[in-house]
């Protein structure tokens, strides 16, 4: 009886140690932020923990949640798609110390419209849009002239446009709201670029990319803007817009990967992309291919990280921004460039353990 308990104790005592070796026993990082970048995240996560047996948790609450909650230390990096601002910065400069930015990924916002009427892609230039979410008369239907001359043929419906924007503050608007003040001029002094732009009367709310996105869904007329992969999702139509090049392209991998090429090929110097080490903006820039409306999604974090648990966070970014880059495509991102997945892993590597 004695050797057969014995044996038992043995037993359950391996099945523990298998049980341990096979995940969940490393620690867990705690993350949020931008919906943009969440549907990646979720599948980093997965495959973080079955290779290295660290937990990711990632709340998805919009850019300026990651940014706000990582400035306070209740996660131990935020994710934006909008860097941080010179008052951002000096806030988190005061909590915790300087601030680096770690590029993720590459991704595209779709324009996404509910036009049953339509049977090819609706086509739009930067003004155009941008005058619909002024709410200006001149394009307040889809019959308008002016978008009617840009897609000859097409059978507009005499329809009220209904225009829907983000409510929270977001990095996906902020992507959307830069490349509309790079389009218009009226854009800008109206509205302006923003996390949380300053819509007018009759813009709908709607809350994270999915409350967009099911909305446009289920009202004929509508119009709005998601990232790419919750257009898919739902199987919006998405609008081809006109580049700076007179191409109307689509919000594709290839358009977003030409956009991240361009734009590194000269430094920033407007803000807040010069007050960073690693930013870029992707809107509206040159090549044939790009597509305009592109952005970049960051992991920010103080620069001292603590020794207990700052390697290991420095160590999933340095997996998610080289390894972790394979996955990118089946959810519709697109990788980093090379040279910039280079620069990632040298900056990583200064981060200081405290």
């Not at 005061?94 to 609706?122: D, K, M, R, T």
Request: proline share 5%; glycine share 10%; hydrophobic share 40%.
């Amino acid at each position: 009886m004695i050797l057969r308990g014995l044996a038992v104790s043995l037993a359950l005592a391996l099945v523990a140690l298998v049980i341990v070796g096979c995940g969940g026993s490393g620690p867990r990082i705690n993350a949020g932020g931008a919906t943009f970048v969440e549907p990646l995240m979720q599948k980093w996560s997965g495959e973080y923990d079955r290779a290295k047996h660290v937990q990711i948790d990632y709340v998805a609450k919009g850019s300026g949640y990651g940014i706000e909650q990582m400035t306070k230390k209740t996660i131990d990096f935020g994710c934006t798609d909008a860097p941080m601002k010179k008052e951002q910065l000096e806030a988190a400069r005061a909590a915790g110390g300087e601030v680096i930015h770690i590029p993720l990924v590459v991704g595209s916002v779709a324009v996404v419209y509910n036009v049953p009427e339509l049977s090819e892609p609706l086509k739009l230039t930067g003004e155009i849009l941008a005058d619909i979410y002024r709410k200006d008369p001149s394009v307040a239907k889809w019959n308008s002239p002016r978008i009617k001359e840009l897609n000859p043929g097409a059978d507009l419906p005499d329809k009220e446009i209904v225009v829907v924007a983000r409510a929270e503050s977001s990095g996906t608007s902020n992507i959307f709201s830069e490349y509309l003040s790079k389009s218009s001029a009226s854009f800008v002094s109206e509205i302006g670029a923003s996390t949380k732009p300053k819509w007018p009367k009759g813009v709908v709310a709607q809350e994270q990319n999915d409350g967009v996105a099911g909305f446009v869904k289920a009202n004929s007329g509508a119009i709005g803007y998601v990232e790419v992969l919750f257009a898919h999702r739902n199987n919006l139509s998405t609008a081809l817009l006109k580049n700076r090049a007179g191409n109307s392209v689509g919000p594709d991998a290839e358009g977003a990967v030409s956009a991240a090429n361009e734009a590194l090929k000269t430094k920033p110097t407007q803000e807040p992309y010069s007050l960073h080490e690693l930013t870029y903006s992707l809107t509206d820039t040159d090549g044939a291919k790009s597509y305009p409306i592109s952005g970049m999604s960051y992991a920010v974090l103080y620069a001292k990280q603590p020794k207990d648990k700052g390697q290991a966070i420095v160590e999933f970014l340095k997996w998610a921004t080289s390894e972790g880059q394979k996955f990118t495509k089946e959810l519709d991102y697109s990788p980093l460039p090379e040279e910039l997945q280079k620069k990632v892993q040298e900056r990583l590597g200064k981060v200081v353990f405290e």
